[in-house]
């Protein structure tokens, strides 16, 4: 056995945190704009999986064959299905509190995440035990000499960082993304300029949610089994990424995200109880050391 | 009238005499079978709960996530020390004596461990208490899933079993009693005056940290009883007790009866661990004389639901921040 930081370690840690950062960026943009950790992000992304899931056994018979049309369906069904449930969450859940005091929107995200995952597990076509995930492309390992990379770990990888890179031209250059900017610094004035507040609250839950699908779609075919509760510990862990990076933070998060997965590959290879135990040993640091994150930005008191 | 304190707590007093006798007299007389006084137990020992979560959440408006986590630790400190003790001497004298010793030990424990998840998260302001409590919560089962002297995932088996009646609602009694005063005292109104408007408090002075550090280590030390408690009463401490939907559990038990309110974390503790096992009854009655496969989520289906609905049309709970006059003190009512 060689070291831990091998070439091996590195690209999965690469892969686990592309996972995570397609998740902790819906949790730092809904938290940069309403100010809400939303516990039930990690369940977009478990409701993303078995979008894809159903979508592949429903697509498959018209489809048989054609992978590209298959994967390609499928990917927008995952996005589909985490944007819309996202939305639904705030419509139905969040937007009634907003005005009420922060704790009641966050008591209220928990319980819209243990309805979706009871729910789903009491659902008798569902149910809350695994299913495992088709092979929607066909497997193949590649040799490099120093790592072996599955080809669904390259499409991980790739489908993250080209996600990322759209957001950050929608966020940077739209009319959308200067809105989401502007209410996420000042919401009384953004409205005050004619934004429509709540319009720009949906969308961004949407986004977020989309994200959280993809990564549950993606998630699914790697590892490849699915079941209700799988978006707990993803959910969680993601979150510990986002404070990492500076919650709010939009390259924060991604950078957290990495970080994270790195930090847990490795430390999963040394010993599986510290690789469950690195996140929350990296949280509590974070908040002794540097509680607004790598990328955060400092802010004070409004009196 | 000089010190209404003592006036009023021997009505406390006497109420708990009264409903302590009753349900003895019940239970002696076969009127009430071992069945109904096992969920009282159990409901009492939720009240314990309810109520020092009611002082982190309620009284002093932090958001913890892991009150399970520390009755974990109280049940497995606890629980390992008494099976410690009387597995080298069986007839130790004294046995109730060291059951509550080690009771006590197993909540300074998780007092302890309170005091060092809280002090980084608690020193910020924000919602990190919430999500350094969750991951508390979920470290703490896989620590006791990974400990092979504690039984691992099979859990602590052979706990001696002392928890009786008599001593869990002494337990509850005193817990309502120590909380009530603490929230009366001006530790317990600097507590309120974080959730009421956690600026202003700290700049009239009040060391926010350090009261917030105090609620969250209390909280945690009943918690912690609590766990004992619970672990003396099944015989057994099971890391899947202590997970995250369990102290979910316990936070809809505070917000159906009311943020801040004992009484309403007391009476909703009593009410949800009934309807909790009604549920299961009426389901699994249902799931037989239909033959729908309907199985436990369900249960937590119509909790969630339960505590969405508070949330969106009582925020403040059932009770509000309403008191019943046995517990107020200092009030001319």
């Keep these: ?303 | 009238m000089p010190n209404l304190k003592t006036i009023k707590l021997p009505k406390l007093l006497i109420f708990a005499a009264v409903l302590y006798a009753a349900i003895e007299i019940l239970y002696k007389t076969d009127l009430m079978n071992g069945y109904i006084l096992h969920i009282i137990n159990q409901s009492l020992i939720y009240v314990i709960l309810a109520v020092s979560l009611n002082l982190i959440n309620g009284i002093t408006g932090q958001f913890s996530l892991g009150h399970m986590g520390f009755a974990g630790v109280g049940a497995y400190v606890s629980g390992t020390l008494t099976t410690l003790i009387f597995k080298l001497s069986p007839s130790a004298p004294g046995g109730m004596l060291v059951f509550i010793a080690s009771i006590v030990a197993g909540g300074i424990a998780a007092a302890i461990i309170g005091f060092l998840i809280g002090f980084p998260s608690l020193r910020l302001k924000g919602d990190y208490l919430a999500i350094v409590t969750l991951g508390f919560g979920e470290i703490i089962r896989t620590v006791f899933n990974n400990i092979d002297y504690v039984g691992g995932p099979r859990g602590l088996l052979g706990i001696p079993k002392f928890s009786n009646f008599t001593v869990i609602f002494v337990a509850a009694f005193l817990t309502i009693v120590i909380i009530r005063n603490l929230i009366e005292s001006s530790h317990g109104r600097a507590m309120l005056s974080i959730r009421e408007n956690e600026l202003a408090a700290e700049l009239v002075g009040i060391d926010t940290t350090k009261y917030k550090v105090l609620a969250f280590s209390i909280g945690a030390f009943f918690a912690g009883i609590a766990g004992g408690l619970f672990a003396h009463l099944l015989q057994l401490a099971h890391p899947t007790q202590f997970g995250f939907i369990k102290s979910v559990e316990v936070l809809i038990m505070i917000y159906a009866g009311g943020v801040g309110s004992i009484t309403g974390s007391t009476v909703a503790a009593f009410a949800l661990t009934f309807l909790s096992e009604g549920l299961r009854l009426g389901i699994r009655f249902v799931a037989d004389t239909t033959g729908l496969p309907i199985g436990g989520e369900w249960r937590m289906v119509i909790y969630s639901l339960l505590l969405i609905f508070i949330m969106l049309f009582r925020t403040e709970g059932l009770m509000g921040t309403k008191e019943s006059r046995l517990i107020k003190i200092g009030e001319a009512d």
């Design chain 1, 1 to 303: 056995m060689g070291s831990i930081f091998n070439a091996q370690q590195i690209v999965n840690g690469l892969q686990v945190g592309s996972i995570y950062a397609l998740i902790a960026l819906g949790y730092t943009m809904v938290y940069g704009i309403v100010r809400l950790i939303n516990f039930a992000h990690g369940d977009f992304y478990m409701i993303g999986a078995y979008a894809s899931y159903g979508a592949f056994f429903l697509f498959n018979a018209f489809f048989a064959g054609k992978t590209g049309i298959l994967a390609f369906i499928v990917l927008v069904a995952s996005m589909l299905a985490g944007g819309l449930i996202a939305m639904l969450a705030n419509r139905l859940a969040y937007r009634p509190l907003r005005y009420k005091p922060k704790l009641s929107s966050l008591i209220t995200a928990i319980g819209v995440s243990m309805f979706l995952e009871y729910f789903f597990s009491a659902l008798p076509m569902i149910g809350p035990s695994y299913r495992s995930f088709p092979d929607i492309l066909p497997r193949v390992e590649i040799n490099l000499g120093i790592a072996t990379i599955s080809n669904y770990v390259i499409i991980d990888i790739a489908v993250a960082a080209v996600l990322m890179v759209g957001l950050t031209i929608l966020v940077r250059y739209s009319v959308l993304g200067k809105a989401m900017r502007a209410v996420s610094q000042d919401k009384d004035a953004a409205r005050l300029m004619g934004i429509d507040i709540e319009k720009v609250i949906g969308y961004t839950f949407m986004i977020g949610g989309a994200f959280a699908g993809v990564a549950g779609l993606l998630a699914g075919m790697t590892y490849p089994r699915i079941f209700p509760y799988m978006g707990i510990q993803p959910g969680l862990k993601a979150f510990i990424a986002a404070v990492l990076g500076g919650i709010g933070s939009i390259p924060g998060a991604v950078l957290g995200a990495y970080i994270m997965g790195l930090a847990e590959t490795f430390a999963s290879a040394y010993n599986s109880l510290i690789g469950e135990g690195i996140a929350f040993a990296i949280l509590i640091l974070v908040l002794l050391i540097r509680p607004r994150g790598l990328l955060g930005e400092k802010t004070a008191d409004k009196i």
